[in-house]
């Protein structure tokens, strides 16, 4: 069975300082996707990234990084120089591939991170 | 098209009343998926459809939930005599067969079983 642990419930920081959130997941396929989301208050769930598990190479976007290592089955994400927008709750989440068609997603419990201005 | 569609955004309704919620996907998505988020959690996958077929149907879809998808369009859930334990925002998400973007959520529908 697959499983997505985000052992990090809330972190709070202040607007400027770096922040990584970690995601540490269980799979026993082979090919596998791994995905963030961001959760607003408004309660929609926002896509951030998608990544196949045959990619390691990490991806920064603007202020947004993340480090893929399979070797210790983690997704990190980190947001650099934060600000009051990027509060919101995050979902790491894992789909297998190898399940002929469902693709349903796997969630972790999610990290809440408040940024102080 | 404005993205995944939800109605209502909010449902308080009596412990052992029915409710039914509406779900409008992407037009051109044909995948179309239903989970439940409880307060605190993260969401949990509930049931999957592929254009109007019912794929596959978590553990959590007790008998007094049934979801359909007529004509591959939208879907609509239905929670029969609810209880408190069902209070919990209900997300539908939608994805292409090989997007690479991942799927797309709707705002969701709270429902509160007082």
């Known amino acids: 069975a697959q499983k997505v642990t985000q052992a990090q419930t809330e972190i709070s920081v202040v607007e400027k300082e770096d922040v990584t959130l970690d995601c540490v997941y269980e799979?026993?396929?082979?090919?596998?996707?791994l995905f963030w989301y961001k959760q607003p208050p408004s309660g929609e769930l926002v896509f951030l990234i998608r990544?196949?598990?045959?990619?390691?190479q990490n991806e920064i976007s603007g202020r947004y990084s993340w480090n893929f290592q399979k070797s210790t089955s983690s997704f990190n994400f980190t947001i650099t120089a934060s600000q009051v927008v990027d509060s919101a709750v995050y979902f790491c989440a894992l789909s297998e591939a190898q399940r002929a068609g469902r693709r349903a997603l796997t969630f972790g419990s999610g990290t809440r991170l408040q940024v102080q201005p | 098209d404005t993205g995944v569609s939800q109605d209502p955004r909010h449902k308080i309704t009596k412990r052992g009343q029915n409710v039914t919620f509406r779900c409008d996907p992407i037009?051109?998505?044909?995948?179309l998926y239903w989970y439940r988020q409880t307060l605190g959690q993260g969401p949990e996958f509930l049931t999957y459809f592929q254009n109007e077929a019912q794929l596959e149907k978590s553990r959590l879809l007790s008998d007094r939930f049934s979801a359909e998808r007529p004509k591959g369009s939208f879907s609509t859930l239905e929670i029969q005599r609810t209880e408190q334990g069902d209070s919990a925002m209900y997300l539908c998400?939608?994805?292409?067969?090989?997007?690479?973007?991942?799927?797309?959520f709707g705002s969701g529908t709270r429902l509160t079983v007082v």
């Open positions: 990544r196949n598990s045959f990619d390691e």
């Open positions: 037009s051109e998505h044909n995948r």
């Open positions: 998400a939608s994805s292409l067969r090989s997007g690479p973007y991942g799927y797309t």
């Open positions: 799979t026993r396929d082979t090919t596998y996707y």
